[in-house]
């Protein structure tokens, strides 16, 4: 698990292209690793950012398990680049202005968006991977994603951690699409990222 500093620098807001979007790719496997790439590389530059500037009247629990969380996210970034090698897309740029870190409410909206988008793409996703290795890899993160949800969940409003705004009729977490995860991903990114070589509109 990464503890230095230098661990988290993968998030330089100058780096990544400001200009154009990234796209996803359009082959198999590789686009779906690219695609879960990128929301964890947003997730991670998230919560770097949440314990670097820890919102006011922070408990010492409620930072131990937020850095818990960065470490986390940190760990599934440097898993997706890993395994993608030369075929990973860049890095992004994310652009949190609408977010004031030093308000513990506004931190934890975001952290319940954050998450619930991440158990919800993960589940809108799953089918479309074949390598069997990488379903089970993608499976163990998503329930990792899911037990953030739930804390946060609960951070915001006790008892919300699996209430029918994220959960089916049959009891089942809910799922999106890939456009719909990466327009509401893409409000956060400078660098924005599609899907339409594996065709798929992201408005």
Known sequence: MPKKFDDYKGFDPNMGNNSGKIDIGATGDLAILNYAYALEQLEAAFYINVISKMYTGATSEEIALLTDIRDHEVGHREFFKAALGPNAIQALTPNFSA????????VLAAAKAFEDTG???YNGAGYLIKNPTYLLLAGKIVSVEARHAAYIRNLVS?????DSS????NGMDKQQTIPQVL??????????VNAASYGYTVS
């Open 158 to 162: 006790i008892g919300s951690f699996a």
């Open 119 to 121: 158990v919800t793409a």
């Open 183 to 192: 327009a509401i991903a893409n409000t956060y990114l400078t660098t924005k």
């Open 99 to 106: 977010i004031d870190f030093s308000n513990k409410t506004q």
């Open 166 to 169: 994220i959960l089916d009729a």
